[in-house]
């Protein structure tokens, strides 16, 4: 029996920020009910001691990651490789801030439960990236999804909020059953759900004699996965649900299901095979280049045509997916230093700082009655409220890849690893990014334009909300920052 | 790989299941249903004349075309039937067929479960979601199909190309059928004793693996973390049902 009880507590000493957090996130469920009275109202004010108790949550959980080490794969059902310690600490930094975000979305009766839907999905992601079975990364995708389809439902309930979140539950669902059946057939193949089993299998060749049951897996897999990272063709949901979202769970919506996603797909496909001429990875390859090309050039060829600022930033989404599928196509290869998947990670933490930065700008614009919507709400911004009209401009600038940002930095690297990752299909990924590159300025220049030179013509919102000035401060600084010494970051990211 | 054309026995099936659907699909106007229900008919024929199960038992063999034959008709019935109540009672059909399936492949217990499951709770809850939605009658996209051509095509394309790929992975010789692998050992560590399959005899080497016990064993120890996390999943699931729930003082959403 004493050996059971050490598995038990060796596995829980890999995941003990999780499980801070859902400690949390119980302690949040089983009080916010007594608080509210029957007719739905709760004390004025209720909706800050939540925002403080979910940031004591984020914290410890943060201690806890701090003083967690890398330790080397074992068998048991979680692993603390280095990429599972870095996506725990980009996860729970991003979590702090959308906390910060989410403060004054919901009503004082709501705050709890949105709170904590939101510490659920970040304890999710950690999740994913520490899984080591496949069947504990499936169940960990869903403690990201089911707590979204409330969360998307929870500030805000009027018919937009209501479409989108229905449209993101139907095609969600949709996604985790391609998604399993992938897995199953993974499984199939190789008669354990432990990634390290299924690696140790594939790496002797044991399903070498049946190349299209694992193109089956991969193609599944890939498609359910890509739904999370809003790649072409799955990414219909993205302006319909960005649109009628309230702004904190676009903010999340546009780069916790990326993290997910992405760290998902290196889990089940990465699978470096040193003999044989086939792998998994070769064999997803193409579909990915493919995916990459279509997910950048629909992405941003749409977002021109948008005259919503949430449907414009959730095709721009769409499109960062795409840059950061070229560094998932170009994998181990790349430069000397850096291979394609640290590129792919330095993008993916400066996209968080810039996307979950610019819908806290529309958050602090927004009032409970009125939101953003149209482009033209922006008009004239930077007279009526300058200084949130320098942090979305500089934002924007950092979506775009200006020099003096952080955005800058991450196209570069992905241009350098795609460019210089040998053959002619990683140059044409290099070109194509920086054609998209250009065309994606277009519509973000547009958006500054409005700001600057239009005059004003409709009121937003003047209430001083300092928990979302926090969020935005704290972007700006990682954006800022990232530009300036992002050997801060690339020091984590050689860890991985 | 074979060219496209050899594979007839698998793509003419499937061209004719995807003609059968299209034709039965609900849709404003008669439906052509002899036809369709001909061109369903030989379609699965066809494929059950290909995928045939491996053993020659005759018992056996009737109960795999009983079952799968019985899972295909229903699942049929179940997307071309204009009353959502009837739909439901089809989708019950197609788990029970599955579930001879799975019994015809010694999973009693996983059969049993999805029984229980499926069939029992999740078709009732259907059935109830149904009465209680359709109080005024049924609506419009109950009696018309939504882009018929497009669903099919895409229904069937995806279906052609699965069987393509498994039937052309059983072509290439006896090496190359899908067959049970030995597990391949990835470290030298004290395996967990929960995971491993407890002998019954030791003289015959039986084991308990997939018995009800060894099943149980495997769920809370080797998926002990797993069962755990679905069990946080579905406490959210229900606390966000109840908070999503307009309060009756409120009344409505």
Not at chain 1, 87 to 114: F, Y
Not at chain 1, 369 to 386: F, K, N, Y
Request: charged share 10%.
């Amino acid at each position: 029996m004493n050996i059971v009880l050490s598995a038990i507590r060796n596995a829980v000493d890999l995941i003990l920020p999780e499980v801070a957090l859902l400690a949390t996130v119980c302690m949040i469920f089983l009080a916010a009910p007594f608080l509210v009275s029957e007719r739905g109202e709760a004390a004025p004010g209720l909706r800050h001691r939540w925002g403080w108790l979910s940031l004591i949550g984020l914290s410890v959980a943060a201690y806890l990651w701090s003083i967690s080490e890398i330790q080397p794969v074992g068998l048991g059902p979680f692993r603390l490789d280095g990429l599972a310690w870095f996506i725990r600490g980009l996860s729970l930094a991003s979590g702090l801030i959308l906390v910060l975000v989410n403060w004054n979305q919901a009503e004082d009766a709501r705050a709890g439960e949105t709170q904590a839907c939101l510490l659920a999905i970040i304890a999710g992601v950690n999740l994913v990236a520490a899984a080591n079975d496949i069947v504990g990364l499936f169940v960990a995708l869903e403690l990201i999804s089911i707590p979204t389809y409330i969360f998307l439902l929870m500030p805000r309930r009027d018919a937009l909020a209501q479409e989108s979140m229905l449209k993101y539950f139907m095609l969600s669902i949709f996604s985790s059953a391609t998604l399993l059946f992938g897995m199953s057939y993974l499984y199939g193949l190789t008669g354990t759900t432990h990634l390290e089993g299924i690696y140790a299998s594939l790496q002797a060749g044991q399903s070498q004699p049946m190349p299209l049951l694992v193109t089956i897996a991969a193609v599944m897999m890939i498609a359910g996965l890509a739904f999370r990272l809003t790649a072409v063709p799955f990414h219909f949901y993205a302006p319909d649900v960005f649109q009628g979202a309230p702004n904190s769970v676009a903010a999340m919506l546009s780069f916790i299901p990326k993290v997910a996603g992405f760290v998902a797909l290196y889990r089940v496909l990465a699978v470096t095979i040193p003999s044989g001429d086939w792998s998994m990875l070769s064999l997803s390859t193409p579909l990915l280049w493919w995916l990459a090309v279509l997910t950048m050039f629909v992405g941003n060829l749409l977002a021109l045509l948008q005259n919503d600022v949430r449907r414009m930033l959730a095709f721009s989404s769409v499109s960062h997916a795409g840059y950061m599928l070229v560094g998932f196509v170009v994998g181990d290869a790349g430069t000397k230093a850096i291979s394609g998947y640290d590129a792919l990670l330095f993008y993916l933490s400066v996209y968080g700082a810039m996307t979950i930065g610019t819908f806290a700008t529309l958050a602090a614009l927004s009032t409970s009655s009125r939101r953003v919507s149209a482009i033209s709400d922006l008009d004239g911004l930077s007279q009526t409220r300058p200084v949130i009209a320098i942090a979305l401009t500089f934002f924007l600038l950092s979506l775009m890849g200006m020099p003096f940002t952080a955005g800058f930095v991450g196209k570069l690297n992905l241009f350098l690893v795609a460019w210089n990752s040998g053959g002619d299909a990683g140059q044409w990924l290099a070109i194509w990014l920086a054609v998209n590159a250009a065309i994606g300025a277009w519509y973000y220049l547009r958006l500054i334009r409005e700001m600057y030179l239009s005059d004003p013509v409709t009121e937003v919102g003047q209430e001083q909300q300092p928990a979302v000035m926090v969020a935005i401060g704290l972007c700006t600084l990682a954006t800022m920052g990232l530009f300036m010494m992002p050997e801060w970051l690339w020091q984590a990211i050689q860890k991985v | 790989m074979n060219p496209l054309p050899e594979q007839w026995r698998m793509i003419v099936p499937a061209a004719l299941g995807a003609l059968a659907v299209w034709m039965l699909l609900p849709r404003d106007g008669k439906r052509r249903w002899v036809l369709g229900s001909l061109c369903g008919l030989v379609a699965l024929v066809g494929v059950l004349s290909t995928v045939r199960p491996v053993i020659d038992d005759w018992a056996m063999d009737g109960l795999f075309y009983l079952f799968g034959g019985g899972a295909v008709l229903s699942g049929v019935m179940m997307i071309t039937d204009r009353n959502p109540i009837y739909a439901a009672l089809w989708f019950a059909l197609v788990t029970l067929s599955t579930c001879g399936l799975f019994l015809l492949n010694a999973a009693p217990f996983l059969s049993a479960a999805t029984i229980v499951v499926y069939a029992g709770a999740i078709v009732v809850t259907f059935v109830f979601v149904i009465m209680l939605a359709q109080q005024a009658g049924a609506a419009t996209y109950d009696r018309r199909a939504f882009q018929p051509m497009l669903a099919t095509c895409a229904g069937f394309l995806l279906l052609g190309a699965i069987l393509y790929t498994i039937d052309a992975s059983g072509r290439g010789g006896e090496d190359a059928r899908p067959q049970f692998l030995p597990r391949v050992q990835i470290a030298e560590v004290t395996p967990n004793p929960l995971s491993q399959p407890r002998i019954l005899n030791e003289e015959t080497g039986e084991t308990d693996l997939g018995s009800l016990s060894s099943i149980g064993r495997s769920l809370f120890g080797d998926y002990l973390f797993a069962v755990e996390l679905a069990g946080t999943v579905l406490l959210i699931a229900t606390i966000g049902a109840i908070a999503l729930a307009p309060r009756r003082a409120q009344g409505h959403l």
